[in-house]
């Protein structure tokens, strides 16, 4: 099993829809969760991150996590064709939403948001 | 945000020549700095940790000869492909650590090697 796993989609919703974007982890994987969006071609840029159980909202975006499950996802209300990206989550060993070294991130799920 | 910067953002070479890829904190001191490679379509596989002031760590499979890194002071980390072939050809990340210890990625280089 690999330490991050993605839905590698791809994903394709409507404008003003909520994408949903999930993750899972393998034990190895540590405390803290990222998530990252890239657009073709450039590098990927932090979106949120989220180390506790339970809800984080920023804006559009809501992180979710359940390490019970060791499952990590992102949902995006109010969809636009702005966010149409590869989307990475990635597992950082600091707790408390840092990371001291090595990021292990999942293969990235490609969102597409349709007029 | 922190701002991480990458020179240059893209080159082409010949095989066999060594191409320098220059990694630097903008607003920030960065006593560690990652390097990723990534392929069409595949995500980022971490290479390296860049630390100031002491060799770098390669993660396995990497070949540490071929690919040199320098991290000579707290804004700055060079990686060095050397000899490059090919089968090099890839977008290389850098990222940088602050001291709340959030990693934020440099704009990619990508490298074609002919």
């Known amino acids: 099993q690999k330490e991050v796993e993605q839905n590698s989609g791809p994903l394709s919703v409507p404008e003003g829809a909520i994408a949903s974007l999930n993750c899972t982890y393998s034990?190895?994987?540590?405390?803290?969760f990222f998530w990252y969006r890239q657009y073709s071609g450039k590098s990927p840029e932090l979106i949120m991150s989220i180390y506790s159980n339970g809800d984080k909202e920023d804006g559009r975006f809501t992180a979710q996590l359940n390490k019970a499950s060791q499952y990590v996802s992102l949902l995006i209300r109010d969809s636009q064709p702005s966010d149409s990206a590869t989307y990475l989550c990635a597992g950082g060993d600091g707790a408390g939403g840092t990371s001291y070294g090595k990021l292990t991130f999942g293969q990235g799920t490609i969102l597409t948001v349709h007029p | 945000g922190a701002v991480v910067s990458q020179h240059p953002s893209w080159v082409i070479c010949k095989s066999g020549t060594s191409v320098k890829i220059e990694c630097r904190s903008l607003?920030?001191?960065?006593?560690?700095m990652f390097w990723y490679r990534q392929f069409p379509k595949q995500s980022l596989m971490l290479m390296a940790t860049?630390?100031?002031?002491?060799?770098?760590?390669?993660e396995q499979g990497v070949e540490k000869d071929k690919f040199l890194i320098n991290h000579a002071s707290l804004t700055l980390s060079t990686l060095t492909v050397t000899s490059a072939h090919p089968e090099d050809s890839s977008f290389y990340i850098c990222?940088?650590?602050?001291?709340?210890?959030?990693?934020?990625f440099g704009p990619g280089t990508r490298l074609l090697v002919l």
């Open positions: 860049s630390n100031e002031g002491s060799k770098a760590t390669y």
């Open positions: 034990d190895r994987v540590s405390q803290s």
């Open positions: 990222s940088a650590l602050t001291n709340e210890k959030t990693q934020y």
């Open positions: 607003d920030f001191q960065a006593t560690t």
